[in-house]
C-alpha cells in the first residue's frame, strides 16, 4: 500500500529540540525524503537517507531510520524562528520511478 | 542553476475552462513529475514524465494530461476545470537514476471560481 502518515503538529520553544515523526507502509522503500514548506512556497528539500542507514546527521538536523517498525524521525536541534513551517516526510514509492508518497505534513510553530 | 522554474505563479480560471501550467526543469535533470497540493494536504502524485512520454500516473481523470519538449520543460494541461481542482501545482525535476533527489518548484496557485 501507499500510505504515510505524520502528527499534524507540533509546538516548541525556542533553542529546544523538535522531533518530528513519521510511519511509512512500503518496506521497498529505497530512501525518505524530508522536505520543507514555509507559507505560500514550494517544498525545500531538507535531507534524504538511504534504507540500508540507521541515521544520518546533517548540521542541526539527524534522521532516524527503523526499517523493522517502518518509522522515520527528524530532529532539529537548537530550533529556531525561521525553523517554523511545514515539515513533509515522502517515501519513494518502489513500484513506481522516483514516485514520492507524502504525509499530510507537521507544522511546527515555535515560540519565544 | 535557476534550479525548478515554475510559471505562472498564480491564476485564476473560471469552471469549465482550460489551463495549462508551465516547468523547467534544473539544470542536467532528465524527469519531470507534477503534483497536486490541495489547501492542508500533503502533495498527491499526478504523473511523471521522461523521454517526452508519460511514463507512470497517479489516480487522477484524463482531464489532466501532460507534455515533455525536447529541452525536457514539461507542461501539466487540465480540461473542463471544477471548484475541486484549486489547488498549488508543484513541479519536480529529477535526473533518471536510481537513488536521486527531486527538487521542486516553487508551485502555481490555481484558483477555480
Known amino acids: 500500500g501507499e500510505d504515510v502518515e505524520q502528527s499534524l503538529f507540533l509546538s516548541v520553544r525556542e533553542g529546544d529540540s523538535s522531533v518530528i515523526n513519521c510511519t511509512y507502509t512500503?518496506?521497498?522503500?529505497?530512501?525518505l525524503y524530508w522536505y520543507k514548506q514555509e507559507p505560500g512556497a514550494g517544498l525545500q528539500l531538507l535531507t534524504y537517507?538511504?534504507?540500508?542507514?540507521d541515521m544520518k546527521q546533517d548540521q542541526r538536523l539527524t534522521v532516524l531510520l527503523n526499517k523493522k517498525d517502518k518509522h522515520l524521525s527528524l530532529r532539529i536541534a537548537d530550533t529556531q524562528t525561521g525553523d517554523s513551517a511545514i515539515y513533509f516526510c515522502a517515501e519513494v514509492f518502489s513500484g513506481g520511478y522516483n514516485k514520492l508518497i507524502f504525509g499530510a505534513g507537521t507544522r511546527l510553530a515555535v515560540h519565544p | 542553476d535557476a534550479g525548478v522554474t515554475q510559471s505562472p505563479t498564480h491564476l485564476i480560471k473560471t469552471r469549465g475552462q482550460q489551463v495549462t501550467l508551465r516547468c523547467s526543469p534544473k539544470s542536467g535533470h532528465d524527469t519531470v513529475s507534477w503534483y497536486q497540493q490541495a489547501l492542508g494536504q500533503g502533495p498527491q502524485f499526478i504523473f511523471q514524465y521522461y523521454e517526452e512520454e508519460e511514463r507512470q500516473r497517479g489516480n487522477f481523470p484524463d482531464r489532466f494530461s501532460g507534455h515533455q519538449f525536447p529541452n525536457y520543460s514539461s507542461e501539466l494541461n487540465v480540461n473542463a476545470l471544477l471548484l475541486g481542482d484549486s489547488a498549488l501545482y508543484l513541479c519536480a525535476s529529477s535526473l533518471d537514476t536510481i537513488n536521486t533527489e527531486a527538487f521542486f518548484g516553487q508551485g502555481t496557485r490555481l484558483t477555480v471560481v
Open positions: 512500503d518496506s521497498s522503500s529505497t530512501y
Open positions: 537517507i538511504f534504507s540500508n542507514m
